[in-house]
């Protein structure tokens, strides 16, 4: 149901799977005849869990993002609860304009962690980390890209945990809105929206009739 609509929610860490199933919805929703925005919802911490254990590569934000790039619509963003390191990023790659938090939303970029090491050598210990500075700064350049932010302030930001509530997200060009927005403006966007239902409505039962008919 929340695909018809072109509705993809953002629910759990960036593990593979679902990463996997993010990636698939966007996909699948570029393949519709449609001219309408994508929405994304967005309630994850990213990479890590709540208790900033690392379960997720860098890679899993990004393979979204690439999909979200390859999209011929417009992507709305919308973060309803938490949107963490990558999440954030997912949420400032959104369309300008429509990047969205809601009043009690978080959101907070940081530097990645390197997955845990384990009983690797050193040798391969060495590796990993060079592949986290590589991640970091590809992650640095695409929220400088996405936030009007320079490189320099933005890497500066990430050096520890920056925590952002609506205001301070719109401040930093993380976001460009609080939803909901203006009553007014917000009873003018449902009463369109209840418009297109009931054109949407009208047009089905035609359809309808016409097949009747032969």
Do not use: W
């Not at 309803?80 to 009043?103: E, T």
């Not at 590796?127 to 400088?144: F, G, P, Q």
């Amino acid at each position: 149901m929340l695909l018809d609509d072109k509705i993809i929610y953002l629910g759990m860490p960036l593990v593979p799977a679902v990463t996997e199933l993010i990636t698939a919805q966007f996909y699948y929703l570029s393949t519709l005849d449609c001219d309408e925005p994508i929405h994304l919802y967005i309630n994850s911490t990213g990479t890590t869990r709540d208790d900033g254990e690392t379960v997720g590569l860098e890679t899993e934000g990004f393979a979204i993002y690439n999909a979200m790039m390859q999209m011929r619509v417009d992507v709305y963003t919308f973060a309803i609860g938490a949107a963490i390191g990558q999440a954030c990023l997912l949420l400032a790659a959104g369309k300008k304009g429509k990047r969205f938090m809601m009043p009690n939303a978080q959101a907070m970029i940081q530097q990645p962690n390197i997955p845990s090491s384990g009983l690797l050598q050193a040798s391969d210990v060495s590796i990993r980390a060079k592949e986290a500075i590589a991640n970091r700064d590809t992650l640095v350049k695409l929220l400088a890209k996405h936030t009007g932010n320079s490189i320099e302030k933005v890497a500066n930001t990430m050096k520890a945990p920056f925590y952002m509530n609506p205001s301070k997200a719109i401040e930093f060009g993380v976001i460009d809105q609080i939803y909901p927005p203006d009553q007014r403006k917000l009873k003018k966007s449902l009463a369109a929206i209840e418009k297109i239902k009931v054109r949407r409505e009208k047009e089905r039962l035609r359809v309808e009739q016409g097949r009747k008919g032969f």
